[in-house]
């Protein structure tokens, strides 16, 4: 069995209303994207899917975290992930309606593989730049020393002169 297979929600058998999915994602998940940026993850995902005659609403939201090395001083630290994220599906023959939030599928379709769309919507919570958080004083939270080496070598002046000379041209 694949593991993308837990994703495929058979909606032909729900019943018109509010249905609830709850899942737990871990490198196993990523792994098949091959996404393999993290060191350890644990995020929860609860759906929430509203069945209409003629749609679906599919409300989702994340909570937990990842493990990532932090670009600045290389140490691991834990990622918080949270979001929120919608996905409407409607039945027609019509694709062109479709886009990143809106999906169409044909009347003749019974199930939906919601896999790609939780991973999407992960990887666009994460920060670009990932880097230990700060803490409540506004303090970096990597190695002192490592911040303090990092200051040190900031405060050099590694200026270039060619770029003193195209200074006189920046208008004011």
Known sequence: MNITDTYIIQ???LAE???SFDYVLDNVFFD???YKDSKDSNIEVNLELHKQQNMMILDFSFS???TFECDRCLEDYKQHISGKERLL???GENPTEEN???IILSPADHQINISKFIYDSII???PYRKIHPEDEHGKSNCKPLFIEQLNKLSTHNNSDPRWESL???IKK
């Open 11 to 13: 909606f032909s058998g």
């Open 17 to 19: 209303g509010k249905n």
């Open 32 to 34: 098949v994207f091959d």
């Open 64 to 66: 937990g975290y990842m």
């Open 89 to 91: 599906v409607k039945f």
């Open 100 to 102: 990143d939030e809106v």
């Open 124 to 126: 666009l919570l994460l």
């Open 167 to 169: 200074k006189q041209y």
